[in-house]
């Protein structure tokens, strides 16, 4: 069965400091990740997915087969994405349905 | 351009009341509709997915059904409300099943069974 695991429920930074929100998952063959974002009063969204290999807002996610892990990572935070993120997964075993991690609410103070 | 709407925003009803929730897409053919409950550190879970009119796959057993009667409507149904029931429920749709094809969310429907 395929999994998201999201280890942090709450993360709080300040501006201008890095931030890394963990996903791990587990999964039988080659998964497709990505990472979904919601602001406050705002619908669900895409962020980015690896398969695209690009930077979004300033935030990169690389998937690592050998660790299990599509950590999304920003080297130096706004004010403005503090929001829940959210980890999915999907692949061909589930017919490309999105599995989603339990998310994280990531907090950036000024 | 594509769009997803979703009625009601919000909903308060009794336990044992029916209910039915309406999702329409516009701007697209065909596409694979989703119905998710999210829940404050639970994350979003799939409760229905439909690649086409009639056609519905439900994830998890529960109270609630959905049907698709129209290929750009989508609605969530039950017969007789559980206290359970209540959430935050969304509605996706995508382009097709190859899953780099982002699913699109809507605004939700905020479920209180009281």
């Known amino acids: 069965a395929q999994r998201v695991t999201q280890p942090e429920k709450l993360l709080s930074v300040f501006k201008g400091a890095p931030v890394e929100l963990k996903c791990n998952y587990s999964y039988s063959g080659s998964p497709e990740l990505f990472w979904y974002v919601q602001y406050s009063r705002q619908r669900l969204q895409l962020l980015l997915r690896?398969?695209s290999r690009e930077s979004i807002k300033g935030f990169t996610a690389d998937l690592n087969k050998g660790e299990t892990s599509f950590h999304l990572k920003k080297p130096f935070a706004q004010e403005e994405d503090s929001a829940m993120y959210y980890c999915?997964?999907?692949?061909?075993?589930?017919?490309?349905?999105?599995?989603f991690g339990k998310g994280t609410l990531l907090t950036v103070n000024p | 351009s594509q769009t997803i709407h979703q009625w009601p925003a919000t909903l308060v009803q009794p336990v044992g009341s029916p209910l039915s929730l309406e999702c329409t897409v516009e701007?697209?053919?065909?596409?694979?509709l989703y119905w998710y409950r999210q829940a404050a550190g639970r994350g979003l879970q799939l409760l229905f997915y439909?690649?086409?009119?009639?056609?519905i796959s439900s994830e998890v057993p529960q109270n609630l059904s959905a049907s698709r009667p129209q290929d750009r409507q989508f609605i969530l149904s039950s017969k007789k409300l559980l206290l359970s029931d209540s959430g935050f429920y969304l509605c996706?749709?995508?382009?097709?099943?190859?899953?780099?094809?982002?699913?699109?969310f809507g605004p939700g429907t905020r479920l209180t069974v009281l």
């Open positions: 701007g697209t053919s065909n596409p694979n």
């Open positions: 996706a749709w995508s382009g097709d099943a190859r899953s780099y094809n982002e699913q699109f």
């Open positions: 439909s690649v086409g009119i009639g056609q």
């Open positions: 999915a997964l999907s692949g061909r075993s589930s017919n490309y349905k999105l599995t």
């Open positions: 690896h398969i």
